[in-house]
């Protein structure tokens, strides 16, 4: 495990010192004719918890006075803020900054700037430094508080800014957020990941696990309930360790309680449970919280105990079963939703058979598979891989297969209820929308009023393999 790390929160000073730097790039950009109404193209891979922090960017570029736009070729800045989970992730965000490159030629005032997880390995940043000279900004996942200040040095001297900085894993709090969406929001309550699951490259990229204060927490919750938000969803890579080297005596359902008493109307969700830190108090909490929806993301990864052993993720499959009984019995009607690997180093048949039994036996609504991708500097990456991605992929077809019968029988059983669902806009069809249930299945509808950003009860009358179909409750 890498050394001890500073965790803290990014001094005051050190913001208001940022919002300086906003202010004179601000100065900057007006005084430059060709820059007079600048636009940024901010394309964001990965998971939520990069979107969230592409907000935070984009709120600090709204401040600098860029507008956004989703044209790559009429920007004078583009950000990609960039995922390294898997090798599939890194090869897409490699293509496309390629081919940024003609772009920049055409326009020699283009910032081209890349930030998050895959440039924060250093091996990335050299091959970015050699191979694609035409990256102005390159920074990683612990400075993204330092974005004014890059760019104001790139803007005053012409000269590149790499930085990578991994030796402090700092919040920074107070910084302005432009939120992507105007009735569902992310709400992000730590940062980093402990976990060393040895598959997984999150560690190393993100650093050390922190949670920001309740205090901090709840006054972004009160903000965007008050703008109308009507979905919360708070992120984190653990959140059931939420609370963890604070000032204050707090866990995580004590945080959902006191989220679900902020008065609104509005649904709370949020991701990943790590099911090792998953307790009965917080199923307890789902339960009792009339906010929390009814839904249950608890990544199990496998079905089989050596390979979860060897995945070092400190919980069995007994103890996994033992959690979704006890989540079953107090919520009849919890919708769960899973995360697997398939094809571990060493896996074998019989042990991925073990996790096919799992997902049949749990009856998931939902699942994201993938195939095992190695990660260099991972422990797993050391593990001999002797099955061809070829087998993989069948054992891959072998799972979704069984998990497709699964949810076209939960869908099924749907048939005739009525659910509450937030809706999400129109539907590819006239005359429907798409809503989203408290368990997270996606319902269509037909509704002669757009009740976009609405709650709405929908009676399901028909079903697909992966969605429903229904109609509106009138009241
Ligand atoms: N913190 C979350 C997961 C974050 S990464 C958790 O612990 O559940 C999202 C998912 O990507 C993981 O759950 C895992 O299923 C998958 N994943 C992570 N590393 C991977 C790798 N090297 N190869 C394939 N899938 C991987
Ligand atoms: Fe990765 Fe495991 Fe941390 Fe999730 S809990 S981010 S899978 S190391
Ligand atoms: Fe990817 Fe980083 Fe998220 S590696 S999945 S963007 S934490």
Redesign the pocket.
Same mark, same amino acid.
């Given at each position: 495990m890498p050394d001890k790390k500073i965790v803290g929160f990014v001094p005051e000073d050190e913001i208001l010192r940022q919002k300086e730097y906003i202010e004179l790039v601000r100065v900057i950009l007006s005084s430059r004719a060709e820059l007079s109404s600048p636009k940024a193209f901010v394309h964001t891979y990965g998971?939520q918890g990069n979107v969230s922090d592409s907000e935070r960017m984009k709120g600090v570029l709204s401040e600098m006075g860029y507008i956004f736009t989703d044209n790559s070729e009429e920007a004078d800045l583009i950000l990609f803020n960039t995922c390294a $989970?898997?090798e599939h992730a890194e090869d897409r965000v490699f293509g496309n900054v390629g081919r940024l490159k003609a772009l920049k030629e055409k326009n020699k005032n283009l910032i081209i700037a890349l930030c998050g997880c895959m440039v924060q390995q250093e091996e990335v940043k050299e091959k970015i430094r050699k191979s694609y000279s035409f990256v102005d900004i390159l920074f990683g996942t612990r400075v993204f508080h330092k974005l004014p200040e890059f760019i104001y040095r790139k803007l005053s001297t012409g000269d590149k800014v790499f930085d990578i900085t991994s030796n402090s894993d700092l919040i920074a709090e107070n910084m302005p957020v432009h939120r992507d969406g105007s009735f569902k929001a992310w709400l992000p309550i730590m940062y980093g990941?402990d976990?060393f699951?040895s598959?997984?490259? $999150?560690p190393y990229v993100r650093g050390r696990e922190r949670s920001r204060r309740s205090e901090d927490i709840l006054c972004e919750a009160k903000e965007i309930v008050a703008a109308g938000y009507k979905e919360i969803t708070l992120l984190?890579?653990?959140v059931n360790s939420y609370g963890k080297g604070l000032d204050e005596e707090i866990d995580f359902s004590e945080l959902l309680k006191k989220i679900n008493d902020i008065e609104g109307n509005f649904i709370i969700r949020f991701?990943?449970?790590?099911p090792k830190d998953c307790s009965k108090k917080l199923i307890d909490t789902i339960a009792s919280c009339e906010k929390v929806s009814s839904h249950l993301?608890l990544?199990v990864?496998s079905g089989n105990n050596r390979v979860l052993g060897m995945m070092n993720r400190k919980y069995t499959r007994e103890e996994y079963l033992g959690l979704i009984a006890y989540a079953k019995a107090k919520i009849p009607d919890i919708s769960l939703t899973s995360?697997?690997?398939v094809g571990f180093p060493g896996e074998t048949y019989e042990e991925f058979c073990d996790t096919v039994s799992l997902v049949k036996e749990v009856g998931y609504t939902s699942l994201?598979?993938?195939?095992?991708?190695?990660?260099n500097g991972?422990k797993?990456a050391a593990l001999p891989d002797e099955i061809s991605h070829k087998e993989k992929t069948v054992w891959f077809k072998e799972l979704t297969d069984a998990q497709e019968i699964i949810a076209e029988k939960r869908c099924r059983e749907m048939r005739g209820k009525v659910y509450r669902c937030l809706c999400e806009g129109k539907a590819r069809n006239d005359g429907e929308y798409v809503g989203r249930t408290s368990g997270n299945v996606i319902i269509e509808f037909t509704s002669d009023r757009d009740l976009t950003g609405q709650f709405c009860d929908v009676k399901v009358t028909d079903t697909l393999t992966w969605i429903v179909k229904g109609e509106l409750c009138e009241e």
């Amino acid at each position: 495990m890498p050394d001890k790390k500073i965790v803290g929160f990014v001094p005051e000073d050190e913001i208001l010192r940022q919002k300086e730097y906003i202010e004179l790039v601000r100065v900057i950009l007006s005084s430059r004719a060709e820059l007079s109404s600048p636009k940024a193209f901010v394309h964001t891979y990965g998971c939520q918890g990069n979107v969230s922090d592409s907000e935070r960017m984009k709120g600090v570029l709204s401040e600098m006075g860029y507008i956004f736009t989703d044209n790559s070729e009429e920007a004078d800045l583009i950000l990609f803020n960039t995922c390294a $989970v898997r090798e599939h992730a890194e090869d897409r965000v490699f293509g496309n900054v390629g081919r940024l490159k003609a772009l920049k030629e055409k326009n020699k005032n283009l910032i081209i700037a890349l930030c998050g997880c895959m440039v924060q390995q250093e091996e990335v940043k050299e091959k970015i430094r050699k191979s694609y000279s035409f990256v102005d900004i390159l920074f990683g996942t612990r400075v993204f508080h330092k974005l004014p200040e890059f760019i104001y040095r790139k803007l005053s001297t012409g000269d590149k800014v790499f930085d990578i900085t991994s030796n402090s894993d700092l919040i920074a709090e107070n910084m302005p957020v432009h939120r992507d969406g105007s009735f569902k929001a992310w709400l992000p309550i730590m940062y980093g990941c402990d976990n060393f699951c040895s598959y997984c490259i $999150v560690p190393y990229v993100r650093g050390r696990e922190r949670s920001r204060r309740s205090e901090d927490i709840l006054c972004e919750a009160k903000e965007i309930v008050a703008a109308g938000y009507k979905e919360i969803t708070l992120l984190g890579q653990n959140v059931n360790s939420y609370g963890k080297g604070l000032d204050e005596e707090i866990d995580f359902s004590e945080l959902l309680k006191k989220i679900n008493d902020i008065e609104g109307n509005f649904i709370i969700r949020f991701m990943t449970s790590h099911p090792k830190d998953c307790s009965k108090k917080l199923i307890d909490t789902i339960a009792s919280c009339e906010k929390v929806s009814s839904h249950l993301h608890l990544p199990v990864q496998s079905g089989n105990n050596r390979v979860l052993g060897m995945m070092n993720r400190k919980y069995t499959r007994e103890e996994y079963l033992g959690l979704i009984a006890y989540a079953k019995a107090k919520i009849p009607d919890i919708s769960l939703t899973s995360d697997i690997i398939v094809g571990f180093p060493g896996e074998t048949y019989e042990e991925f058979c073990d996790t096919v039994s799992l997902v049949k036996e749990v009856g998931y609504t939902s699942l994201f598979t993938f195939i095992y991708s190695k990660r260099n500097g991972t422990k797993a990456a050391a593990l001999p891989d002797e099955i061809s991605h070829k087998e993989k992929t069948v054992w891959f077809k072998e799972l979704t297969d069984a998990q497709e019968i699964i949810a076209e029988k939960r869908c099924r059983e749907m048939r005739g209820k009525v659910y509450r669902c937030l809706c999400e806009g129109k539907a590819r069809n006239d005359g429907e929308y798409v809503g989203r249930t408290s368990g997270n299945v996606i319902i269509e509808f037909t509704s002669d009023r757009d009740l976009t950003g609405q709650f709405c009860d929908v009676k399901v009358t028909d079903t697909l393999t992966w969605i429903v179909k229904g109609e509106l409750c009138e009241e």
